[in-house]
């Protein structure tokens, strides 16, 4: 039954259910961790070789509790009473058969595995690289190379935010409660969606050996999906994703420049991935009620961009009212500056340019690149392009990747020439 | 995100350190490097050699030529460099603000806008 995979993509796959039955037992989430990876190293490099086993999920289980047992053994003198947990647990009890688990329990240990990984202790940059490692099952010299570090670095960021759930004392465990299984659930999806733009910010790097992070966070988050069906900002979050990623093809130049969306050529969006984000996100809407969540209206947001033929045939009234619910559900600065654009293609430059100061009062946006950009843009939309000018030169100062600063400076050019002819 | 982050110094200052002293600042500097190495966000520290070191090299011809140099117009030179890699501005400031001498000599704080994807 397994025997037309790609091992990679069945270890990977997995690795959470390994983990996470390791972790329902033992607890002890940096023992469990590095065991569950050797046991998947040891698969990696003898499966190939001798075959994958009838039971592949087993045999990692297997393999990773006599790592587990073996570290403990080591440790003996050192930490007596974690080893007589370990140590009089019955292996048997630890291999309950694949072909019967329960696969309610598999859900509540993968889940559990996630909540840990984006664990309140932890900043953001480690909750990525520990749910890329142990929920992923990419190892930590990938996660080094997709995040451009030396996986020296990653190593001691992993192994850090290992130390950190361990001194805490938040549970390894799906909270009970409905507000804070809410909270935590809200961290995790927050933690794919920065894995997501990590990959799609990405414009250079060698594919081959960088991973590809958006197309893992999407996987990571139909597999969110597999355990919480019901869930419609998990539903969103993977619209969200789906509908983004459609655009890839279109968003960058053969040179490698940056194409805003209103210059794309849509003919090259994938509308495989079209129709699937909008069928998901029509389906969150529909099942979300009242209380629409942020997801639910970013990947609505991201629908009516994505079913419009051109720019011009877009339905701007709606976006605007979209992101005038987001701000209220969600405010954020840079929701806050696509609501503005909106406004402009609705009320015209004027207004945008109005709605625009309002934004600028706030200090925490006040310098920012993409604000002075939004202003460029609406003061080119008005005609004023010495201003417009000016103020692109002045956001392509302040950008913070390459990509963004030539696309800036490019467009600065463009409204000089216009200002002078 | 990535930073740099520069102290700048000269001889001057450097003599003005006692001897004895010099133990106890390498090793507070060195507590500091081991911190942010354990949290996965130094990726290193490097002190440059005394300006008087420092070589301009162009092409002519197609061969090296070298000259002294250079000659700074500052009286503070690059003393040392770290290259850090964080959650955001807030912490790279958090983390400049804990070097060991922060409260006498600034730390310059450089975002890293592009870097080589050949980086090891």
């Given at each position: 039954m397994t025997a037309d995979r790609d091992p990679g993509d069945l270890l990977r796959e997995l690795a959470p259910q390994v983990l996470g039955a390791l972790l329902r037992r033992f607890g002890h989430f940096d023992l469990c961790e590095d065991a569950t990876q050797e046991a998947l190293l040891a698969a990696a490099l003898q499966w190939p070789r001798d075959g994958t086993?009838?039971?592949?999920?087993?045999?990692?289980?297997?393999?990773?509790?006599?790592?587990?047992?073996?570290?403990?053994?080591?440790?003996?003198?050192?930490?007596?009473?974690?080893?007589?947990?370990?140590?009089?647990?019955?292996?048997?009890?630890?291999?309950?058969?694949?072909?019967?688990?329960?696969?309610?329990?598999?859900?509540?240990?993968?889940?559990?595995?996630?909540?840990?990984?984006?664990?309140?202790?932890?900043?953001?940059?480690?909750?990525?690289?520990?749910?890329?490692?142990?929920?992923?099952?990419?190892?930590?010299?990938?996660?080094?190379?997709?995040?451009?570090?030396?996986?020296?670095?990653?190593?001691?960021?992993?192994?850090?935010?290992?130390?950190?759930?361990?001194?805490?004392?938040?549970?390894?465990?799906?909270?009970?409660?409905?507000?804070?299984?809410?909270?935590?659930?809200?961290?995790?999806?927050?933690?794919?969606?920065?894995?997501?733009?990590?990959?799609?910010?990405?414009?250079?790097?060698?594919?081959?050996?960088?991973?590809?992070?958006?197309?893992?966070?999407?996987?990571?988050?139909?597999?969110?999906?597999?355990?919480?069906?019901?869930?419609?900002?998990?539903?969103?979050?993977?619209?969200?994703?789906?509908?983004?990623?459609?655009?890839?093809?279109?968003?960058?130049?053969?040179?490698?420049?940056?194409?805003?969306?209103?210059?794309?050529?849509?003919?090259?969006?994938?509308?495989?991935?079209?129709?699937?984000?909008?069928?998901?996100?029509?389906?969150?809407?529909?099942?979300?009620?009242?209380?629409?969540?942020?997801?639910?209206?970013?990947?609505?947001?991201?629908?009516?961009?994505?079913?419009?033929?051109?720019?011009?045939?877009?339905?701007?009234?709606?976006?605007?009212?979209?992101?005038?619910?987001?701000?209220?559900?969600?405010p954020n600065p840079v929701s806050s500056l696509s609501r503005v654009v909106a406004v402009a293609r609705v009320r015209g430059p004027a207004a945008g340019l109005d709605a625009l100061a309002e934004l600028e009062s706030d200090r925490r946006v006040a310098g920012y690149h993409r604000l002075l950009a939004t202003r460029a843009h609406l003061l080119g939309l008005a005609g004023q392009h010495g201003p417009a000018a000016s103020a692109y030169r002045e956001a392509a100062r302040r950008a913070t990747s390459v990509p963004e600063r030539r696309y800036l400076s490019r467009m600065a050019a463009q409204q000089a020439a216009q200002a002078a002819g | 995100m990535k930073y740099l982050m520069l102290i700048y110094g000269n001889q001057e200052k450097w003599d003005s350190i006692l001897a004895e002293e010099w133990p106890g600042a390498i090793a507070k500097q060195e507590a500091f490097n081991r911190k942010y190495s354990d949290t996965g966000e130094l990726i290193g520290a490097y002190g440059l050699a005394d300006a008087v070191n420092a070589r301009l090299v162009r092409r002519q011809d197609g061969a090296p030529a070298v000259t002294d140099g250079p000659y700074l117009e500052t009286k503070e030179y690059i003393a040392s460099l770290y290259l850090v890699d964080c959650e955001n501005a807030e912490r790279a400031e958090q983390i400049a603000a804990d070097m060991p001498w922060a409260d006498q000599e600034p730390t310059e704080v450089w975002p890293i806008l592009h870097e080589s994807p050949t980086n090891p």
């Open positions: 086993p009838d039971n592949p999920r087993g045999w990692l289980i297997t393999v990773a509790a006599r790592r587990l047992m073996d570290a403990a053994r080591s440790e003996q003198s050192r930490r007596r009473r974690e080893d007589q947990v370990a140590v009089a647990t019955p292996q048997s009890e630890l291999l309950s058969p694949a072909a019967d688990a329960d696969p309610g329990q598999d859900r509540d240990d993968s889940l559990a595995l996630l909540f840990g990984c984006c664990h309140p202790a932890l900043s953001a940059p480690s909750q990525i690289a520990l749910t890329l490692r142990a929920v992923g099952g990419l190892t930590t010299a990938q996660i080094a190379a997709a995040f451009l570090v030396p996986e020296a670095t990653m190593a001691q960021r992993i192994s850090r935010a290992k130390q950190a759930i361990k001194a805490s004392d938040v549970p390894l465990s799906v909270p009970a409660s409905e507000a804070e299984r809410g909270d935590r659930l809200r961290a995790v999806l927050h933690v794919l969606y920065l894995i997501f733009n990590e990959g799609y910010a990405a414009t250079q790097g060698d594919q081959l050996t960088r991973p590809d992070l958006s197309g893992e966070s999407i996987r990571l988050a139909r597999w969110l999906r597999r355990l919480l069906p019901d869930d419609p900002e998990v539903a969103a979050l993977l619209a969200l994703m789906l509908l983004t990623e459609a655009r890839r093809p279109a968003r960058t130049s053969p040179g490698g420049e940056l194409v805003p969306l209103a210059e794309q050529d849509r003919g090259r969006w994938d509308q495989a991935l079209i129709a699937e984000g909008v069928a998901l996100v029509t389906g969150a809407l529909a099942a979300g009620g009242k209380a629409v969540g942020p997801y639910q209206l970013q990947a609505a947001i991201a629908a009516v961009h994505d079913e419009a033929k051109d720019v011009d045939a877009t339905d701007w009234p709606q976006i605007l009212a979209l992101y005038d619910l987001l701000d209220r559900v969600a | -």
